[in-house]
């Protein structure tokens, strides 16, 4: 590896600067990032944290570096990496079948039998993985989630499709529960917590509460103005799939284990370094349709390729807080971003951009955007329709011009529920890909167009939506 940062690179003066300017531009109340670099002869670890804002526009409390933020579908990663070691243990397999180790799950599907393990944590079991039930705030509100899924849809046949799934990962969490007799949040401290010597990755709102957090902010519909969201976090329900909060800090802990071999800073193993090597091998390639994140999924993380730099990683969104843990393994880099609102994505890109130029010379995959104006986009007919699951639904028309529009109602409760409005599908550089947004202050939406065993489905961002009408003739 080849060291391009210069000496006065992990001084975080300047980096405070930097974010500061982002931020303005992209109505991010506050923003806390950070950087850790392993020397490969050496084995010596370097790290700074930057900031900048405030933690909340109400209050007005600056963030800092020991500020907590909501990880959340980061959380993926780690209750994949307990599902690891208990492979590791003998006591677990990725190809074990769903109905053997949790005998009491009933899901309302004909391909029930055939899921497994390795299903639930590469995202192709065909769950439907959108259903945010809260079923209380009690320790048993995972066993009760899972009680629950007796309704959930199938939206395809395991591993005939993939779609990023939720509740796949509630099931994974609920797993560990069972065979480690214990609540997934007290396995989370002794598997994970400890042996990292971290004390941040919190689920509950009592123990952030007791430390300097990222709340998140949502904007009002037709407002260019992010306040306090009404919600502060989602359900406990859904812990193994998004709850844990963490400092910048510790998050940059967790993923130079992975730089390591499994291994902590002080010798401690989380997982070997062949299932470190496993964990970040493609276990599915996406349809060109869903790789609208990354092109590769591995077991937990999203794999891609930085201009020649490998990177896994994975995000995270939850009610008006975003994050971000790349983990560039050759260069011997973790990034870590955080975001409590504003045009969150294009605020992390430009951070974690500014960081793989200065510390790997590497330019990250850029997020997709259109190529054209409205009218160079051709819907096909035969795209035409109304797709949904448990949470979403998409109904594609054509417009007064010939273009295709989209209206999309998002019930999860994630985001901020706005009248549903047709907005106009953009081009991009895929003829079946296409993005969308109602207003310049929200992300574009990518939105394409593909078939899973013969089905027509949807993809908006890396969810798959079955059609479940044709347009009328």
Not at 212 to 222: D, E, F
Not at 258 to 283: H, I, K, N, W
Not at 447 to 468: C, E, K, N, Q, W
Request: glycine share 10%; hydrophobic share 40%; charged share 20%.
């Amino acid at each position: 590896m080849t060291v391009l940062h210069s000496p006065t690179a992990f001084d975080p003066a300047p980096w405070d600067g930097l974010l500061a300017e982002i931020s303005r531009r992209h109505h991010v109340p506050g923003i806390v990032a950070g950087v850790l670099s392993i020397d490969p002869g050496t084995g010596a670890e370097r790290r700074f944290v930057a900031r900048t804002g405030v933690s909340n526009v109400r209050t007005g409390v600056e963030s800092d570096r020991d500020t907590l933020c909501q990880i959340g579908s980061i959380t993926k990663v780690v209750t994949t990496t307990m599902i690891m070691q208990l492979c590791e243990e003998g006591r677990l397999s990725l190809d074990s079948r769903l109905v053997d180790v949790l005998p009491e799950l009933a899901l309302d599907s004909p391909h029930a039998d055939d899921v497994t393990v390795r299903h639930l944590v590469t995202h192709t079991s065909g769950i439907d993985g959108d259903l945010f039930t809260d079923t209380g705030r009690g320790d048993d509100c995972i066993e009760r989630y899972v009680a629950t899924l007796t309704s959930a849809e199938s939206l395809f046949a395991p591993s005939t499709g993939w779609s990023y799934c939720n509740s796949g990962f509630v099931l994974a969490g609920r797993i560990i529960e069972v065979l480690d007799g214990r609540t997934w949040d007290q396995s989370l401290r002794a598997r994970i917590s400890e042996p990292l010597g971290i004390s941040s990755f919190l689920t509950l709102p009592e123990q952030v509460m007791a430390h300097r957090h990222q709340y998140g902010h949502v904007r009002a519909p037709g407002t260019s103005t992010w306040a306090p969201a009404a919600t502060a976090m989602i359900a406990r329900s859904m812990g193994p799939a998004g709850l844990i909060t963490s400092t910048v800090d510790d998050l940059l802990s967790f993923g130079a284990a992975f730089l390591r071999g499994g291994a902590t800073r002080d010798g401690a193993r989380l997982v070997s370094e062949e299932t470190v090597a496993a964990m970040t091998q493609p276990q599915w390639t996406l349809d060109e349709a869903a790789a609208t994140m990354a092109p590769r999924w591995g077991l937990g993380w999203m794999l891609d390729d930085w201009d020649g730099h490998r990177v896994f990683w994975h995000g995270g969104t939850t009610i008006g807080n975003n994050a971000w843990l790349q983990v560039l393994p050759d260069d011997g880099l973790v990034l870590v971003v955080f975001c409590n609102g504003g045009v969150a994505p294009y605020a992390a890109a430009e951070v974690y951009g500014a960081f793989a130029a200065e510390f790997a010379g590497a330019v990250p995959t850029p997020l997709v955007r259109p190529s054209g104006p409205s009218a160079d986009a051709v819907v096909d007919d035969h795209w035409l329709g109304t797709y949904a699951d448990a949470s979403t639904s998409l109904t594609v028309t054509r417009g007064e011009d010939g273009g295709g529009r989209v209206t999309i109602v998002n019930d999860s409760g994630i985001q901020p529920a706005g009248e549903p409005t047709p907005t106009p599908l953009l081009p991009t550089s895929e003829p079946f890909r296409f993005v969308t947004r109602p207003d310049a202050l929200t992300p574009w939406a990518p939105v394409s167009f593909t078939s899973i065993d013969g089905t027509p489905v949807a993809y908006v961002g890396i969810r798959a939506l079955p059609r479940r009408e044709e347009a009328a003739a």
